[in-house]
């Protein structure tokens, strides 16, 4: 089973909103990425955690929160996002950090 | 970092083999070709990795070449279901994870 699973599928906010995304696998994967991509270009990768610990943060405006409550979940917390933040966000794990990435489905954000 | 060259886009009839170039002419010995395919709007799928060894799964064969700045996706037996934009990576190791750094990829376009 290399299921990652991503709620919401669709998520429309404003820019005052405050939401969360959230991504899960059962896999046992110590691993768990969050990669944003933009329309008609590739997937770029913001966080990435590592036995539930921030081992990478590209460099992420700090409206985005990453939050990794346990080895089977991880959010994003949104806050006061822009229109340009509009994206589809994409999580991702792997058995360890080195090991093979799979993806989830995404949830497609847009900001109004 | 390794960065890979691909064609921006390929055609392939149905039932051919589809064969996909990259170049890899910078890769270092301990770094891995990897190998994932993006159908619109849903998140990339895992296909085939290697280092220097030809590899094959249910999916795809990888053929990399000896000096190994250079590698070939083969789908044997080309469908519909594989149109898609197919990415070749070169993992690259970032403190205690790995960033799968997506470059423009090839859209593959199978024809019936």
């Known amino acids: 089973d290399t299921e990652v699973t991503q709620t919401p599928k669709h998520l429309v906010m404003g820019m005052t909103n405050k939401k969360s995304l959230k991504c899960e696998q059962h896999?046992?994967?110590?691993?768990m990425y969050w990669y944003k991509q933009k329309a008609k270009k590739p997937p770029e990768l913001m966080f990435v955690y590592s036995y539930e610990k921030l081992s990478i943060n590209e460099s992420v405006p700090s409206r985005f929160s990453p939050e990794c409550p346990n080895s089977s979940l991880l959010n994003l917390h949104l806050h006061a996002l822009q229109p340009e933040d509009s994206a589809l966000y994409l999580c991702?794990?792997?058995?360890?950090?080195?090991?093979?990435?799979?993806f989830g489905p995404g949830t497609r954000l847009l900001v109004l | 970092d390794a960065k890979t060259t691909q064609p921006p886009s390929m055609d392939c009839a149905e039932g051919r083999a589809a064969n996909l170039p990259c170049n890899h002419s910078?890769?270092?010995?301990?770094?891995?070709v990897y190998w994932y395919r993006q159908i619109h709007s849903q998140g990339p799928q895992y296909i085939i990795h290697?280092?220097?060894n030809n590899e094959t799964n249910e999916m795809a064969s990888l053929i990399i070449t000896e000096d190994r700045k250079s590698s070939t996706l083969i789908l044997p037996h080309a469908t519909l279901r594989d149109t898609a934009v197919y990415y070749c990576i070169v993992r690259v190791v970032v403190n205690s994870g790995y960033a799968l750094n997506f470059g423009k990829g090839t859209s593959l376009l199978v024809t019936p």
């Open positions: 896999m046992g994967h110590r691993a």
């Open positions: 991702a794990s792997s058995h360890l950090a080195w090991e093979t990435q799979y």
């Open positions: 910078t890769i270092s010995g301990n770094e891995y």
């Open positions: 290697g280092l220097k």
